[in-house]
């Protein structure tokens, strides 16, 4: 599934990704977000300005953390459980900011298109060895 501005891309290229999309819509196993002129912050944004259009309509303006949700382009999807982030760089770069909350991050020093299968399973590896907190305190530490 896309995710971003895909009316900043050429026709031909928007209507490729689009195709793509639809091929693959009825698949159930699993779901790819293909991030393509993408930018967090101007998800959260647009998300905000669609709920204020929503003034203009009439609708009265409720703000909050589901209202937001609701518009942002993975909409309807779960939040990531994990984000693995590839050539070695310790930042989320712009990148699913508002979804990744809760997400446990790892990055590789791996370069993506040098990413194998391998280095995938050791990814999932470290995030199964992980505790998922969701913000509250660590349930294996004893507190004095």
């Given at each position: 599934?896309?995710?971003?501005?895909?009316?900043?891309?050429?026709?031909?290229?928007?209507?490729?990704?689009?195709?793509?999309?639809?091929?693959?819509?009825?698949?159930?196993?699993?779901?790819?977000?293909?991030?393509?002129?993408?930018?967090?912050?101007?998800?959260?944004?647009?998300?905000?300005?669609?709920?204020?259009?929503?003034?203009?309509?009439?609708?009265?303006?409720?703000?909050?953390?589901?209202?937001?949700?609701?518009?942002?382009?993975?909409?309807?999807?779960?939040?990531?459980d994990l984000i693995i982030r590839t050539g070695g760089e310790r930042r989320l770069s712009n990148f699913l900011l508002w979804q990744a909350a809760y997400a446990e991050l790892y990055f590789s020093d791996i370069m993506w298109p040098d990413f194998t299968?391998?280095?995938?399973?050791?990814?999932?590896?470290?995030?199964?060895?992980?505790?998922?907190?969701?913000?509250?305190?660590?349930?294996?530490?004893?507190?004095?």
């Amino acid at each position: 599934v896309p995710i971003g501005r895909l009316t900043d891309l050429p026709r031909i290229v928007r209507t490729q990704v689009e195709k793509a999309a639809d091929l693959t819509a009825a698949n159930q196993d699993l779901k790819l977000n293909l991030a393509i002129s993408y930018g967090s912050r101007l998800e959260i944004v647009n998300a905000v300005n669609q709920l204020l259009e929503k003034t203009a309509n009439g609708e009265k303006l409720v703000i909050d953390e589901a209202a937001i949700a609701e518009h942002l382009y993975t909409a309807g999807d779960p939040e990531p459980d994990l984000i693995i982030r590839t050539g070695g760089e310790r930042r989320l770069s712009n990148f699913l900011l508002w979804q990744a909350a809760y997400a446990e991050l790892y990055f590789s020093d791996i370069m993506w298109p040098d990413f194998t299968p391998e280095d995938f399973v050791e990814a999932i590896a470290e995030y199964q060895r992980r505790e998922r907190r969701f913000g509250r305190i660590s349930t294996r530490r004893e507190l004095d």
